[in-house]
């Protein structure tokens, strides 16, 4: 319990320290405009790494949320950029959920390694979405598609809503749901799991699934706000989500964690970034950083967890 | 004469937290010779070994090689001292040939070129001891395609070839046909007539007299005698395992008139594991299912439950044939404590109150939302009614005692009213309280209308609970008991494949 | 008698790799498709392209059985790539130039090797954390641009010719022998194996099973430094990231030439196999003039095909 607290307390510490370091190296940091900007810049961030969240719960891992993103998003587009918005929309989260499901049969029923099934479709989604887009850039989207990814309500970036709405569901759906008690559940134990009588397939089937929606729905608001898509947009995205995940203290063994915690390491990989780019530091050791914090953060987790006595 | 002794332990002692598992035991084990150990589950055999294996600690007495007092603290200092032990699942890689497995960690260095492996010496070595034990394997095969005889065999040879004077055998014949027990037999024969030490660890009383010359019969952690198997008798070795008093510290009240069958078995059929089993289970009793470690008695639980497949025969509970998946089995309330409750009935990380209503999400909240305050409440009134030990409901499982965790386990059947609960091994590695506190859940359960069918490998639990007892010997039910047979020898000699 | 031996073809038939099969029915396609692709020029070419891949992936192959997986592989070649052309660059011997670029591939080995093996991390995470570190160092080094024109010292891994033979065949082949004997004929070799076939054993063996695992990764990091050397050559230019995506081909070639992720199962010259069937599809697909991303996707597919098959069989 009191190294659950220290840990939380430290991710906390983290961000003010961040934030701190921050508002003294630039000025231009604490505007209210950097600090809204850090915000929907951080619920892109956290929208990917929400799926791929409850599939670590399980003690999985979902390595094709990138380019799952960039197919459903590259599909999509090309729809609502002829005037279709809710039915490519709708293409979109549906390409998203099968690629999903896919990953999670050969996962549950097939029982391959997450890792490898989930890397394969990795390649085979970001292939596909290659030969759709044939190289070229969709840009120049309706203003009622706009409104997801650039638009306000009530003054507040549509984005960030967006964020609080997911993290309110997700956070709901792993405290408040049986379902929720089965992510938990199997990632704890799976054997025990399955020997109360859980579904394990099912459920993994079904928390696959999920990913691949959640990855489709945030490449649409990707593409919303950057209001262009191009069939690569995805390939940078995997590691700042892991490494949210990781770093919001999410165990990849399974069944440690939570929203919450991916919630605050994306605000802390997002305040990383947005002080490389204040501090013009050079875009390209930006995914030096990203990895390295992948590795630490695991690396210290594991760390911490071996002194606890985690078995 | 002290030269005639290979090995011997002297007055060997050894506790673990909570249990006495070893209690000043001293035998010897001489040159040459099959020296048998046997033993209830839970004598302390197992224990014994791995001190011997380095894998323990004695915390007194002292182990004496050759004349030698030896320290072994490590299994590298067994090796060194001579000692080598063949544990159940084998210490083989399986895409390396047998000569590799045999010299793995000890690859003879090629005589000319530096680096590199002698792959011509180590065949050679290996072929001639395979040949010496009169055991028919090319040492250029791999271990994969091998059989689990096969295997056994190299796991011998393997032994030898470190120049093993010990060497320990820890229910060798389990996985084995009857004409590959001979081949074993004979490779033992001519490891003795080499000098070796060998320590048999067995439950197959038969075997006692197959290849043993000695016997020594521990019980509760304590030396009770050693005699030459040529003076001794099936009811003599019997007598000396069982030769405890049972107290009765606990009641069980036994219903005349038995309800509905929850359970019925009928010619059920697993390859290699179970074979034609048949038995009942009635509401308002407790059936016990004895035997002794690797008689199939877990393996029958787990296919009962669904957890395993089988392949012919028919399992019906309440009255449903069952296709076989814990899923369906829960949903009609069958409920299972498994005998490794850390690995198999608890989420350690997750807290009791996770646990506990884990089963019964969909019968507690069918909308599939959970209302806090009902499940606080259920939990809360378990942890009550069954006086789980906890500060808190939301107490990390892994933190409780050993005790608790098993009525955590409980309480997650209670949770989902199982009417038909499969205990097994209830009571292992539980204080004496705690202990009497499950018997007496078990006694209200049965009094209440549920069926229980018991696994225990404590004879006095398994008399003192039971209606009626099944006692399994490999992958078969070799005999039914009712309360009135049923009595420590009876179970035993069934156990031990005793026909006569 | 001939019933016996045609069942005994029958079931060696169905115990190979399913490279094999793909690779004969891949080639049969593109020759009744494509005239060009049964002709020496373009087999050749197939061969001198497969090279690189062939490198990475007997590295890989090592690393497979060791029941880990290194997805740092691609990128850490594009760096031991920069490495050698800024080297070269600056007018070292190219001798150090080539030292050094091996170096740093091993380097990254040792630290992916040391997180898995002593922190007990799983190594997907770990070596997808070094890929981005092993990527984002190369962008830095060379500000995102390729760096051309390394001169004849560099071109000789392309064009130079051994014994009539073109150097990075040459360089394959000895690779192969190489890596042949350490696996068969060395106590390393052995332990690999046995770290993917039975942990346990090799540490009741008294084998250091730490060390051997990190051993394994710093010799598949090692190897994708040579890598870099052939692959620079090709180009007579060092680009940042040229490597990535060549840890997926090797993945997909040491899983379709039959070797496996548990128990220590596999086999080196499946690698070889697995290789040729990548890149005659890759080849073929030119060919018969699908772009690039229809390959990558083909690839993707035809490794799932395979490993679920093989799950499937149970092999």
């Known amino acids: 319990m009191s190294k659950d607290w220290l840990s939380r307390l430290s991710r906390v510490a983290t961000i003010i320290l961040l934030l701190v370091a921050l508002s003294v190296i630039s000025p231009a940091f604490l505007s209210a405009q950097n600090l809204t900007n850090v915000l929907r810049q951080a619920s892109l961030l956290f929208l990917l790494a929400a799926g791929l969240t409850v599939v670590i719960l399980t003690a999985g891992i979902d390595l094709s949320i990138g380019s799952v993103l960039a197919l459903s998003a590259s599909v999509a587009a090309n729809f609502i950029q002829q005037g279709w918005v809710w039915g490519g929309s709708l293409i979109g989260l549906f390409i998203g959920a099968a690629c999903g499901l896919l990953n999670g049969l050969m996962v549950a029923l097939i029982g391959l390694p997450a890792f490898i099934a989930t890397y394969g479709m990795l390649w085979v989604a970001a292939g596909f979405a290659q030969v759709f887009m044939k190289g070229e850039i969709i840009s120049g989207f309706p203003t009622s598609f706009r409104l997801l990814g650039a638009g306000h309500l009530l003054g507040i970036p549509v984005p960030i809503l967006v964020m609080a709405a997911v993290l309110a569901a997700v956070a709901f759906t792993l405290r408040r749901t049986s379902f929720g008690r089965y992510v938990y559940a199997i990632g704890a134990n799976r054997e025990a799991a399955r020997l109360s009588g859980i579904n394990i397939r099912g459920n993994l089937l079904l928390v696959y699934s999920l990913s691949g929606l959640v990855s489709a729905f945030a490449g649409l608001v990707y593409v919303s706000r950057i209001n262009a898509v191009e069939s690569t947009i995805g390939e940078p995205l995997l590691l700042p989500a892991l490494a949210a995940v990781c770093i919001g203290g999410t165990s990849l063994f399974g069944g440690e964690g939570g929203i919450e915690g991916t919630l605050v390491g994306a605000l802390i990989m997002t305040l990383v970034t947005n002080g490389m780019n204040l501090l013009n530091v050079s875009p390209y050791w930006q995914s030096f950083v990203m990895g390295a914090i992948v590795v630490l953060a695991v690396a210290i987790d594991q760390l911490g967890s071996e002194k606890a006595g985690r078995t | 004469m002290g030269d005639d002794f290979v090995l011997q332990f002297e007055g060997i002692s050894k506790q673990f937290p909570g249990v006495k598992a070893l209690e000043d035991v001293s035998f010897d084990l001489r040159r040459g010779e099959v020296h048998m150990l046997v033993g209830e589950n839970g004598a302390g055999k197992s224990t014994l070994i791995k001190i011997l294996a380095g894998a323990h600690r004695h915390d007194a007495g002292r182990i004496v090689i050759n004349g030698q007092p030896a320290e072994i603290q490590n299994p590298a200092q067994a090796l060194a001292r001579g000692v080598s032990v063949i544990y159940q699942e084998f210490n083989l890689v399986p895409f390396l040939s047998v000569a590799q497995n045999i010299f793995l960690g000890r690859e003879p260095r090629h005589p000319k070129i530096p680096g590199l492996i002698d792959h011509a010496r180590m065949n050679a070595e290996s072929r001639a001891l395979l040949e010496s034990l009169g055991v028919d394997i090319d040492p250029r095969t791999m271990v994969h395609y091998l059989g689990v005889a096969q295997q056994q065999m190299v796991e011998v040879v ?75 008798t099936m009811d003599v070795i019997i007598q000396a395992m069982v030769g405890r008093t049972i107290d009765r510290l606990f009641h069980r009240d036994f219903m005349t008139d038995k309800g509905q069958v929850a359970l019925a078995v009928r010619n059920l059929h697993r390859h290699g594991v179970l074979q034609d089993i048949n038995m009942t289970v009635r509401c308002g009793e407790i059936v016990g299912l004895a035997g002794l470690v690797g008689a199939g008695r877990t393996e029958l639980a787990r296919v009962i439950f669904g957890a ?14 069952l296709r076989g998946s814990p899923v369906e089995c829960v949903a009609i309330g069958v409920g299972f404590l498994p005998e490794d409750r850390k690995r198999e009935g608890l989420a350690l990380i997750l807290p009791l109150r996770e646990n506990v209503v884990m089963a019964s999400l969909r019968r507690l909240f069918p909308s599939g939302i959970i209302r806090r305050a009902k499940e606080r409440g259920v939990v809360s009134d378990f942890v009550k009614s069954l006086d789980i030990a906890t500060p808190s409901i939301n107490r990390m499982t892994k933190f409780l005692s050993g005790g608790t965790q098993q009525k955590v386990v409980l309480a997650k059947w209670l949770c989902t009213q199982s009417r038909f609960l499969i205990f097994d091994e209830p009571t292992r590695g539980i204080d004496v309280g705690a202990k009497a506190e499950i018997h007496q859940l078990m006694n209200e359960l049965v009094k209440q209308g549920a069926a229980i ?10 008399l003192n609970m039971s209606d009626r007892i099944y006692v399994m010997h490999k992958g078969r039910i070799t005999k039914e008991l009712s309360r009135e047979e049923a009595t420590q020898e009876a179970i035993l000699r069934h156990a031990m494949g005793v026909t006569i | 008698m001939s019933d016996n031996v045609w069942r005994a073809w029958a079931r060696r038939a169905t115990m190979a790799p399913g490279a094999v099969y793909a690779l004969i029915l891949l080639s049969l396609i593109f020759s009744l498709f494509t005239a060009q692709f049964l002709t020496l020029p373009n087999l050749a070419n197939v061969g001198m392209q497969a090279a690189v891949l062939v490198i990475v992936a007997l590295g890989m192959t090592l690393i497979i059985l060791s029941e880990g997986i290194d997805l740092s592989l691609g990128p850490v070649l594009g760096l031991a790539g920069v490495i050698l052309a800024l080297c070269v660059k600056q007018q070292m011997p190219l001798a150090l130039a080539i030292l050094l670029a091996i170096l740093v591939g091993a380097a990254f080995g040792a630290l992916n090797g040391v997180l898995v093996a002593h922190l007990g991390l799983p190594p997907f995470v770990v070596t997808l954390g070094t890929f981005g570190m092993a990527q984002g160092l190369a962008l830095v080094l060379t500000e995102g641009a390729s760096i051309p024109g390394l001169g004849p010292g560099i071109q000789y891994f392309n064009d130079g010719l051994i014994a009539g033979l073109p150097v990075p065949i040459v360089m394959t082949a000895i690779t192969f022998l190489v890596i042949y004997v350490i696996l068969y004929h060395t106590k390393f070799g052995t332990y690999v194996f046995a770290l993917g076939g039975n942990q346990e054993a090799l540490g009741l063996a008294g084998v250091p099973v730490r060390l051997y695992k990190t051993g394994v990764y710093v010799l598949g990091g090692a190897l994708a430094g040579v890598g870099a050397l052939v692959m620079t050559g090709r180009m007579n230019a060092a680009h940042p990231t040229v490597g990535v995506g060549l840890e997926f081909d090797a993945i997909a070639s040491v899983l379709l030439g039959g070797t496996s992720f548990e128990r220590g199962k596999g086999w080196l010259a499946g690698t070889l196999i697995g290789v040729a069937a990548v890149s005659v599809l890759r080849n073929g697909l030119n060919l018969i003039g699908l772009s690039t991303s229809w390959q990558v996707s083909m690839v993707g597919t035809v490794i799932i095909l395979a490993i679920v098959v093989d799950a499937l069989r149970g092999i």
Do not use: C
């Open chain 2, 158 to 232: 393997k032994a030898l070839s470190v120049n093993a004077q010990i060497v320990v055998m820890d229910e060798p014949t389990s996985a084995l046909t009857t004409r590959e027990i001979e081949q074993l037999f004979a490779a033992i024969r001519r490891l003795t007539a080499r000098g070796v030490g060998v320590i048999y660890i067995s439950h197959r009383l038969e075997e006692v007299f197959q290849i043993g010359d000695r016997v020594t019969v521990l019980r509760d952690g304590k030396w009770i005698a050693s005699m030459n198997v040529r003076d001794a």
């Open chain 2, 308 to 321: 395993d497949p089988y392949d012919a025969g028919e399992v019906t509970i309440f009255g449903r044939t």
């Open chain 2, 453 to 462: 069918l018991m696994i225990s490998s404590e004879l006095p639990e398994a």
